[in-house]
């Protein structure tokens, strides 16, 4: 059995809906769960939605979801024929969900209501695409995947209970490959014993894929996405990145912690406990090789590359100039665990302590205001973190020249500027 996962780039348009069809088509009559993202940019379309709801602007936040509904019914009427009623049937179910809820008032916290609405961009991708499939004789088996993924309550950043889950597979899931070749459904998102629904971070997909590789025993994961392979660094940031046709688990864990897009960092554990190979492939063309990832030892790697943007530097003093010591330094790292902050890059001095966080002006706002309360705090934004994995003297220095670095750490295999 294999597990597939094909992110919202390759579902974003009708073209390329019927591309991910040809791909299926190529593994008639094996065993595969296939994942699905939200198509295109409809996720961050959700989370307008959602800002205008929790702003109190109603009508807004109504008619931003109409154009999410339209986008979704009018891929529905180019795909399909004889399964569009049935299709159109089932969007419009989700539909009303969330009206039902944006027809209300916010009494609970803005996260709750953007798992409630953004976990609705999988849902209509999944139901629009495997009425297509089920329509070309590629017959599949759609499932809500919220009931099936159990998590807690810690909604936008929920936490897989493996027990609920594993028990769930292996009675929902599992038996369906008697009857079915193909079963179809979400990744991301998943609910809570209370069946409110729950998202696992952003790009949780992958992640949600290899929780099913994982407990399915899979001979192997693919994530299909829109570049050849992992590549050395981004090609849209840097030209003239170089495919890497191997990596290691260890490896692509770190390339996650320091911010590369390409694997979420919560994939790679699921896999790497069962030796599971991981495949990133390129639905334009897959016949290219791509990456390859295990458990073996991979030398000679280029630099990697990782250039985050609009990262924000909080820099936090002691008001009489004596240490910032183990009690301060604690109840920082309790507002981080509180405001679900993950520092890209800290320095601790003897009378500062300085912290580079992804911009995110709510929790940045909330982090400042509780700190400045036993720190002064000073907040710069519009900086850019650099780090570059099996780093030269010579790449450092081509990728730093004419910036102004004000923050450097440097190991033996990584060295990050903060410019």
Not at 59 to 68: I, K
Not at 105 to 111: F, I, L, M
Not at 237 to 248: I, K, R, S, T, Y
Request: net charge negative.
């Amino acid at each position: 059995m294999k597990v597939f996962k094909f992110g919202g780039a390759s579902v974003n348009s009708v073209d390329r809906i019927k591309n991910m069809a040809s791909i299926m088509q190529r593994f008639s009559g094996e065993k595969i769960i296939v994942i699905i993202s939200a198509m295109g940019k409809t996720t961050n379309a959700l989370e307008k939605v959602v800002a205008a709801f929790y702003a109190g602007k109603k009508e807004e936040a109504l008619d931003l979801f109409t154009q999410v509904k339209q986008q979704h019914l009018t891929t529905a009427k180019y795909l399909l024929v004889s399964g569009y009623l049935a299709c159109e049937a089932q969007l419009k179910d989700f539909f009303t969900e969330v009206e039902w809820l944006l027809h209300d008032k916010p009494v609970r916290e803005y996260d709750y209501y953007y798992d409630q609405v953004v976990c609705t961009g999988e849902l209509l991708s999944t139901a629009i695409v495997s009425a297509y499939l089920n329509e070309e004789g590629i017959t599949n088996k759609w499932v809500d995947v919220r009931d099936i993924f159990r998590t807690d309550n810690d909604f936008r950043d929920a936490e897989i209970d493996w027990k609920q889950t594993t028990a769930h597979v292996q009675d929902s899931i599992a038996p369906l490959f008697n009857t079915y070749n193909i079963v179809l459904t979400q990744g991301f998102i998943g609910s809570t014993d209370e069946n409110e629904s729950t998202t696992l971070g952003r790009e949780g997909s992958d992640y949600s894929a290899a929780v099913f590789a994982n407990i399915l025993d899979a001979e192997s994961q693919t994530i299909w996405k829109d570049v050849e392979s992992v590549m050395n660094a981004d090609p849209k940031q840097f030209p003239d990145a170089v495919p890497m046709p191997e990596l290691n688990y260890n490896e692509v864990i770190e390339m996650a912690y320091y911010g590369a897009q390409v694997i979420h960092p919560k994939t790679i554990k699921p896999l790497q406990n069962k030796s599971i190979p991981l495949y990133v492939k390129c639905f334009l063309d897959p016949a290219l090789p791509g990456t390859v990832i295990h458990n073996k030892p991979v030398h000679n790697l280029p630099p990697v590359i990782v250039l985050k943007e609009k990262q924000v530097m909080i820099e936090m003093n002691s008001r009489d100039f004596s240490f910032v010591g183990e009690q301060h330094i604690g109840h920082l790292y309790s507002l981080f665990e509180k405001l679900h902050i993950r520092p890209n890059l800290t320095q601790n001095g003897a009378i500062s302590f300085l912290c580079v966080i992804d911009e995110w002006p709510e929790k940045i706002e909330k982090l400042a205001l509780e700190a400045s309360a036993f720190l002064d705090v000073q907040v710069t934004k519009g900086l850019s973190l650099l780090t570059i994995r099996h780093y030269t003297k010579e790449v450092f220095e081509k990728l730093t020249a004419g910036k102004k670095v004000l923050l450097l750490q440097r190991s033996e295999e990584t060295v990050q500027a903060l410019l």
